[in-house]
């Protein structure tokens, strides 16, 4: 049987818990970089202030976001890494995607990097769905996972550099852009890198 972001939960917590500090300290690649500004450019151009990061880690993104005049809130299953958004000024919450508890449609954007690949294939239809409820119509959604290429198929990495090993669902273009078709717009789809470090960045809107 197939695996449940219920089962997945608990071990990513522990395993995130436990690398905070060092994830805190690790330089963001720059084409990373470059991913984030053109984000922040597409909000600043359509007037999108208010933005939830989801699987936020130490809150890098989040505290670059807010000083670019952004209001921001934060959301990250590890408790460890919450108190790292906090410790940065930012508004941040320990909670698992699919217990986002905010009012619908309460921000103009979402920013997802390397989280939802986290997500097993049989729950990430109901945690797009969750997302999109939050978005008011015409807002924008970031979602950023590395997959397709060599990059297929889901479960636990024995040589994980996290411990415990954490789970991946990494998904082909088509398969993946196939999830989020179901609940937003493709205003941009393209390809960074390849083989192992493979990343998918989507930019999407809600459009309904």
Not at 25 to 40: D, H
Not at 134 to 141: A, C, D, N, S, T
Request: charged share 25%; glycine share 10%.
């Amino acid at each position: 049987m197939s695996m449940r972001y219920d089962d997945v939960i608990a071990s990513l917590r522990a395993a995130y818990d436990g690398g905070a500090e060092r994830r805190d300290g690790s330089v963001k690649a720059p084409w990373k970089i470059a991913e984030r500004a053109a984000f922040l450019n597409r909000l600043q151009d359509g007037g999108h202030m208010r933005l939830l990061e989801i699987g936020a880690g130490t809150g890098q993104d989040s505290a670059y976001f807010q000083d670019n005049g952004l209001e921001v809130v934060a959301v990250d299953l590890s408790p460890a890494m919450v108190a790292l958004c906090r410790d940065k000024g930012i508004e941040a919450h320990a909670m698992d995607f699919l217990h986002l508890d905010f009012a619908p449609e309460s921000f103009d954007a979402v920013y997802a990097l390397n989280c939802l690949l986290h997500v097993p294939n049989r729950d990430l239809p109901a945690v797009l769905d969750a997302i999109h409820m939050l978005i008011r119509p015409g807002g924008l959604f970031y979602l950023g996972v590395y997959g397709g290429g060599t990059l297929s198929g889901e479960g636990s990495f024995d040589d994980d550099s996290h411990q415990p090993p954490r789970f991946f669902s990494f998904r082909s273009d088509a398969q993946l852009q196939e999830f989020v078709g179901q609940f937003f717009e493709i205003v941009d789809f393209h390809v960074v890198g390849s083989d192992d470090t493979r990343f998918q960045s989507l930019t999407l809107r809600r459009s309904k």
